[in-house]
């Protein structure tokens, strides 16, 4: 199996990822980075989820058990979310410097028959003026359409003016994008170690996972490294005080240009 790296991303990609707004890169890890990291997630998010909803991280839904930003906690998990190639490849589609905004995990527990439905990230974000911000979702398993692969919908990454939708409500984004609902969808199963990069307005949703076995992968968000605060509430910022307008900055938010010297 080849692994894509900045070097070998081909043009074609970039401009996949510009015209439609998001683009599959496969192999982005090996086969062999893809199982000890699955592992290391696995069980770092069931050891969380064991410990109950005490901590604002930790959120165990229908839709997915989610642990957002742990990466500075476990060097496991730091490998993976500080991973330059990942961050290179980011950088690269999105065209400018960037940073790391949050990573994290999202589990899709066997049979949960609930979809994510379609939304934009970027509203629920503190950002002023993040105009690139970029989402590596890394499959740390095998993930067909039956077990909650990610859905697009091409361009919607143009629409830079809707304000935050509901993952829970499948109308939520297509009541107010309606152009989107006859217009082009694409899914995109992923074996272990491929990703999907989308841009933070790129509507997308995941399917509920039918299977016997938990959905794992990793997200990465990157923003813009000139990002500044929007004064909004986010778990990320929250505990920060920042002033509005203050640049996102601090070693919780390293640039991309770094990652290599931090794992
Ligand atoms: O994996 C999912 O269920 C949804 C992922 C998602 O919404 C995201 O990565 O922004």
Redesign the pocket.
Known sequence: MVVTTPETLSDDKIQHYRDKGFVKVPGILSKDEAAEFHDIIYRFAERKRSLGEEDPGVRDRE??TQIVNFWHEDAGIRGLTLHPNVGGVAQKLAGVPLRLWHDHM?I?QPHNKTP?EF?Q?QPYWPHADSTQSI?A?IALCDVPVER?C?TFLSGSHRRTDLSAQN?NDAESFLGIAPEFRYGERVTVPLEAGDCTF?HSRCA???TPNDTDVPRV?H?VIYMDATTTFSGNKHIVTDPLALKEGEALDGELLPFVERFASLR
């Open positions: 839709v997915f999202l899709k994510t939304h990230d989402s979702w909650g990610m993952l989308h997308h949703m995941a992968a997200i």
